[in-house]
């Protein structure tokens, strides 16, 4: 082998040398990019959560509770109501909140607490409500219980409501 040769096989063993770092270097990035990712602060979403539900009751104070469940629901959200099937979509559950508004009952609830999964992307929240009559009787405080699903602008939908 001569010296043009040699130099020339020198040559190719760096761009080959040259080439794997280049592809470490994408492999680094991609996978950094896929598993590197920060993942999203729990207890921020916790609070957010409980402060959609608290949002969620003030709106039904001030407008009403068929306009709160408008703006909070999914539109596959489910209502558990005792001695009910269940009223699923939103379209049923608006049905039924608008006949409880038309007898003029007012419903009230207090979130106490709230907890997210694990992956983040759903939640509970649980408290207690009562409802209050036309005659301003209100009837005993309830515990319910309703399940959130984060959405992708990191919004809460509620998608079951559960009353106990």
């Given at each position: 082998?001569?010296?043009?040769?040699?130099?020339?096989?020198?040559?190719?063993?760096?761009?080959?040398?040259?080439?794997l770092?280049?592809?470490?270097?994408?492999v680094?990035?991609?996978?950094?990019?896929?598993?590197?990712?920060?993942?999203p602060?729990?207890?921020?979403?916790?609070?957010?959560?409980?402060?959609?539900?608290?949002?969620?009751?003030?709106?039904?104070?001030?407008?009403?509770?068929?306009?709160?469940?408008?703006?909070?629901?999914a539109?596959?959200a489910?209502?558990?109501?005792?001695?009910?099937?269940?009223?699923?979509?939103?379209?049923a559950?608006?049905?039924?909140?608008?006949?409880?508004?038309?007898?003029?009952?007012?419903?009230?609830?207090t979130?106490?607490?709230?907890?997210?999964?694990?992956?983040?992307?759903?939640?509970?929240?649980?408290?207690t409500?009562?409802?209050?009559?036309?005659?301003?009787?209100?009837?005993?405080?309830?515990?319910?219980?309703?399940?959130?699903?984060?959405?992708?602008?990191?919004t809460?939908?509620?998608?079951?409501?559960?009353?106990?």
């Amino acid at each position: 082998m001569n010296e043009i040769e040699k130099v020339s096989a020198f040559d190719q063993n760096i761009m080959l040398y040259l080439l794997l770092l280049v592809l470490m270097g994408v492999v680094v990035v991609l996978f950094q990019s896929c598993y590197g990712q920060k993942k999203p602060d729990k207890e921020k979403l916790r609070q957010a959560l409980i402060d959609t539900d608290r949002a969620f009751a003030a709106l039904a104070q001030t407008e009403s509770y068929k306009q709160a469940f408008i703006q909070h629901a999914a539109d596959n959200a489910v209502l558990l109501r005792p001695n009910s099937l269940p009223l699923e979509g939103k379209e049923a559950a608006e049905q039924w909140i608008q006949g409880l508004e038309n007898n003029q009952n007012v419903i009230t609830w207090t979130p106490r607490t709230a907890e997210v999964a694990q992956m983040v992307d759903i939640g509970y929240t649980y408290g207690t409500y009562f409802i209050t009559g036309a005659n301003g009787n209100k009837s005993q405080e309830t515990p319910y219980v309703a399940i959130w699903k984060r959405q992708n602008d990191n919004t809460w939908q509620r998608i079951v409501d559960a009353e106990m």
